[in-house]
């Protein structure tokens, strides 16, 4: 069974900075995007960054410049490097996985329980 499993939330002073991590574990073949979410109390979900497996990156228009993905495939993870936080930052953030479990034919989304960023003085 594959899961994936974030930490590295916490509370944070705006201009502090986190760094989140998400390892995805179970029969994988191989991993296309790995993406973060965040969505806070009120809102709907967005899509925060992506990473997929050509080496492209996205990014929200609220954080480029500010938050950097990475990936490092062979650990089968995803990270979310954060600067110059923000008090609008303060949201749960998810990672989500695009995943070819081994022996099958398809790829299937995966996602995290999330981890809880609060940026506040």
């Known amino acids: 069974q594959v899961q994936l499993v974030e930490s590295g939330g916490g509370l944070v002073q705006p201009g502090g900075s986190l760094r989140l991590s998400c390892a995805a574990s179970?029969?994988?073949?191989?991993?296309?995007?790995m993406d973060w979410y965040r969505q806070a109390p009120g809102k709907e979900r967005e899509l925060v960054a992506r990473?997929?497996?050509?080496?492209?990156?996205y990014y929200t228009d609220s954080v480029k410049g500010r938050f950097t993905i990475s990936r490092d495939n062979a650990k089968n993870t995803v990270y979310l490097q954060m600067n110059a936080l923000k008090p609008e930052d303060t949201a749960v953030y998810y990672c989500?996985?695009?995943?070819?479990?081994?022996?099958?034919?398809?790829?299937?989304?995966?996602w995290g329980k999330g981890t809880l960023v609060t940026v506040s003085s």
């Open positions: 989500k996985m695009v995943i070819h479990a081994s022996g099958t034919y398809y790829t299937m989304d995966y």
């Open positions: 990473a997929s497996s050509i080496g492209s990156t």
């Open positions: 179970g029969s994988i073949f191989s991993i296309n995007n």
